[in-house]
């Protein structure tokens, strides 16, 4: 049978709450006989962010780094931080730079956040996105977003009177992503085009990444269509005619992180975009020595205005494991159950506060169980 190592970042606020249902999510695939026959799952728990530093001091010890690199070959992660870590200092210090340090540590560069007006369910757009419907209807892409260097990881400087962060990026980060970007596309058919966004008329980091993303398409996927987009005037399309993004949205780290979160629009909520930080794909092949690795965690925050009251919406933490099974164990058919599961919950009207309904974050959990054992059997 094949072994998968999975480390648990609960974190903080109502990271805790969403992690226990994406667990018992998992737990309850991993013990279909269909499952259990060729899969085991081995858990273990670590303290990420605020937690952390009330703990250790630091967002994240290198203990539990190495964990993540040596031992883990997927990590769930829910959220971190909180007011009560606010006035410490940010970057890699703060609660957030637990989760920056990982994604380096692991050199998951890749940051794969699909978004679609019918995802997770037809009706939650339809309700909740502030958008026309006939503006939103169709949209489906997927951006891909540069999750280990750029301005994130750049050189800093913070005096009192100045500050810096050095936003470079050199030929091989560039390439390297774009391939992910290039191979995401060619799974869809016929293949999606894959659209990157830059500031090429202003920055020159921006400048090596158009140059170096067109000669990469052009040299090895010249059967996927690419184009460039302004990232300012992406935003305003976006907004006006998403379906014009369709396909795979490549960005760099600052940009992706924006146009990420602007995503959430189209759907009209945080709770239910689940996210994929990854080293490679399934099925493509990894430089010598190097082991696929990934980190799975919801595009929202910790959310302390409603932490410890049960009432979080585990929606984007359970599709983290749908996105787990597809990118970490290549379990298609797994990934589509859970996804098909939350899909006939949410429709069935069964929804936490965020999406005005009554059900709480334990009940919302142990519906798509239910709905599991119904599709499965
Ligand atoms: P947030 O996403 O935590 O919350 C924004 C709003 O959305 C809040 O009203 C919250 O109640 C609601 N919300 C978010 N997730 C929800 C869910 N699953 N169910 C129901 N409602 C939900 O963003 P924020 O308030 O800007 O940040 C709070 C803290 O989280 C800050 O310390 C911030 O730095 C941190 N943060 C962490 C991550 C992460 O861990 N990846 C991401 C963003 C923000
Ligand atoms: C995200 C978050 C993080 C980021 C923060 C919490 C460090 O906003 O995952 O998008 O900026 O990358
Ligand atoms: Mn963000």
Same mark, same amino acid.
């Given at each position: 049978a094949h072994t998968h190592n999975i480390l648990l970042f609960p974190g903080d606020g109502i990271g805790p709450e969403v992690m226990a249902e994406a667990v018992k999510i998992l737990n309850h695939v991993a013990s279909l006989a269909s499952v259990s026959a060729s899969h085991q799952f081995h858990f273990r728990s670590e303290l990420i962010g605020g937690c952390s530093i009330d703990e250790h001091g630091k967002s994240v010890t290198p203990e539990v780094l190495s964990i993540a690199r040596d031992w883990a070959d997927a990590v769930l992660f829910a959220a971190v931080g909180g007011p009560k870590w606010d006035s410490q200092r940010r970057g890699l210090d703060g609660p957030e730079g637990g989760l920056l340090q990982v994604r380096r540590a692991l050199d998951i560069y890749a940051n794969l956040r699909p978004c679609a007006a019918d995802t997770p369910s037809p009706s939650i757009s339809r309700e909740f996105s502030p958008f026309k419907r006939d503006v939103i209807e169709g949209v489906d892409f997927v951006v891909v977003r540069e999750n280990c260097g750029g301005a994130y990881f750049g050189k800093k400087i913070e005096d009192a009177d100045y500050a810096m962060d050095e936003w470079g990026y050199s030929t091989a980060e560039i390439q390297r992503v774009t391939r992910i970007a290039a191979q995401l596309a060619l799974r869809h058919n016929p293949p999606w085009p894959v659209i990157s966004l830059d500031k090429a008329n202003v920055l020159a980091s921006s400048r090596l990444w158009r140059k170096v993303f067109e000669q990469t398409m052009q040299t090895e996927f010249p059967q996927v269509q690419y184009m460039n987009q302004l990232a300012d005037s992406a935003s305003l399309i976006l907004a006006i005619n998403p379906r014009k993004l369709n396909g795979v949205l490549l960005a760099d780290n600052t940009f992706g /992180?924006? !146009?990420? /979160?602007? *995503?959430?629009? !189209? #759907? %009209?909520? &945080? %709770? #239910? &975009?689940?996210? *994929?930080? &990854?080293n490679t794909l399934p099925g493509l092949p990894l430089d010598a020595g190097k082991k696929q690795k990934a980190l799975y965690e919801p595009t929202h925050g910790s959310a302390p205005d409603i932490a410890g009251k049960n009432i979080a919406n585990p929606t984007a933490m359970i599709l983290c494991v749908a996105l787990m099974f597809r990118y970490s164990f290549d379990m298609e058919k797994e990934a589509k159950q859970i996804e098909d599961a939350v899909r006939n919950v949410l429709e069935a009207g069964v929804r936490t506060g965020d999406l005005r309904g009554t059900a709480t974050t334990k009940e919302f959990g142990d519906a798509v169980v239910a709905e599991l054992e119904k599709i499965a059997s």
């Open positions: /992180d924006m !146009i990420s /979160d602007q *995503a959430g629009s !189209i #759907v %009209g909520t &945080l %709770g #239910v &975009l689940p996210s *994929a930080s &990854l």
